[in-house]
Nanobody, 121 residues
């Protein structure tokens, strides 16, 4: 199986910064896309940023210019550097990875457990 473990959430004042990390472990042959999503109560989970390889990166319009996604392929880890945080960034942030396991042709999607980010005004 594959596990995703997130870290780095917490409470920060508006204008501050946080860095989230998500490490994938287990029977991994290859990790394709890695992404960050977020969700607030009563709303759908939304895509924040995604990275495929080193050059294909996408951001939600609401975080463009403030958040930076990156990855360390050797560690199967994805990061989300969040700067100039706003109260509306408050949410539970989830890591998602598209993983091909050893012995399998198809990739599967895995989710982390979520980490709370709270931005106070």
């Amino acid at each position: 199986q594959v596990q995703l473990v997130e870290s780095g959430g917490g409470l920060v004042q508006a204008g501050g910064s946080l860095r989230l990390s998500c490490a994938a472990s287990g029977s991994i042959f290859r990790v394709n896309a890695m992404s960050w999503y977020r969700q607030v109560p009563g709303k759908q989970r939304e895509l924040v940023a995604s990275i495929i390889g080193a050059a294909r990166i996408n951001y939600a319009e609401s975080v463009e210019g403030r958040f930076t996604i990156s990855r360390d392929n050797a560690k199967n880890t994805v990061y989300l550097q969040m700067n100039s945080l706003k109260p509306e960034d408050t949410a539970v942030y989830y890591c998602n990875a598209e993983v091909q396991r050893w012995g399998y042709r198809a990739s599967e999607n895995y989710w982390g457990q979520g980490t709370q980010v709270t931005v106070s005004s």
